[in-house]
């Protein structure tokens, strides 16, 4: 079976959509808010309707895939799937019931069953949103990024549009890390992968830039940023310092001697 071939096998509610599924995409939101102050994101370019997305992102941390189905429920309308390192799939195996794609990267053809399986979904799936970490591995944020094929043949064979998207997370000051997101605009199924590559890296580079200078105007939080603990501790010190001004009384006024009044005798 060639891999450019579409696949013949259905999809159903269990891939991805169904009730295990939804129960650990709500878990993993709930996580999300546990664990970060906030998600913060530039508004994501509209896609049109009834074309499928290859989701490109950089992969810099472990919650990646949490933030990757996190993002796409927020997103009415699509389907969430993730291709995922075959290796780290075999330690949570139910995860294949809620959009997850194994996929083999150690070298020759152990790959093609993968994306076999991720080219069927898109060619059957036009409301599929197909997260894919192009680089092939965990990298630190600061490393330069280099894009493998795996992306625009899927986004080739299938007539999606390659969406790039770069995920970051910064404490800015705070006890509690927040997540950011920087979309950019789809590319064609026809681009090349140095297109890609050359859009993810740009908006890495803004996004970098944004958060060095703690300045990001177009960024917006999905639910209201929790509150640190350096951030209740400073609201506490607030309040008892506006308390003990409260209690603090002025010492009495001793009253000024009367003027005398001319005329007036002593006894």
Not at 65 to 77: H, I, K, N, P
Not at 96 to 109: M, S
């Amino acid at each position: 079976m060639s891999v450019m071939s579409r696949s013949k096998r259905p999809l159903h509610a269990a891939d991805g959509h169904g009730l295990l599924a939804r129960c650990v995409r709500r878990l993993i939101r709930r996580a999300l808010r546990r664990r970060f102050a906030a998600v913060w994101s530039n508004e994501p370019p509209v896609v049109p309707v009834g074309q499928p997305v290859v989701v490109c992102a950089n992969h810099s941390n472990w919650w990646d895939g949490f933030v990757a189905a996190a993002t796409t429920d927020m997103l009415s309308g699509r389907r969430f799937w993730l291709l995922q390192q075959e290796e780290h799939l075999r330690r949570y195996d139910w995860f294949r019931r809620c959009g997850v794609i194994g996929i083999d990267l150690r070298g020759g053809t152990g790959a093609l069953p993968g994306l076999r399986r991720a080219l069927g979904v898109l060619q059957e799936d036009p409301h599929a949103f197909l997260w894919i970490f192009p680089q092939g591995r965990l990298t630190h944020p600061a490393e330069p990024i280099e894009v493998k094929p795996g992306a625009r043949f899927l986004a080739k064979h299938s007539g999606a549009l390659m969406l790039p998207v770069i995920i970051r997370y910064d404490w800015q000051g705070g006890a509690r890390p927040s997540i950011w997101l920087r979309w950019g605009q789809p590319l064609p199924s026809a681009a090349s992968a140095e297109e890609l590559q050359l859009a993810m890296q740009g908006l890495a580079t803004e996004l970098d830039c944004a958060l060095r200078v703690g300045h990001w105007p177009d960024s917006t939080p999905w639910w209201p940023p929790r509150r640190s603990i350096n951030q209740s501790w400073d609201r506490w010190a607030g309040c008892w310092r506006g308390l003990g001004r409260g209690r603090r009384k002025d010492p009495p006024s001793r009253p000024s001697p009367a003027a005398p009044v001319p005329g007036d005798k002593k006894a």
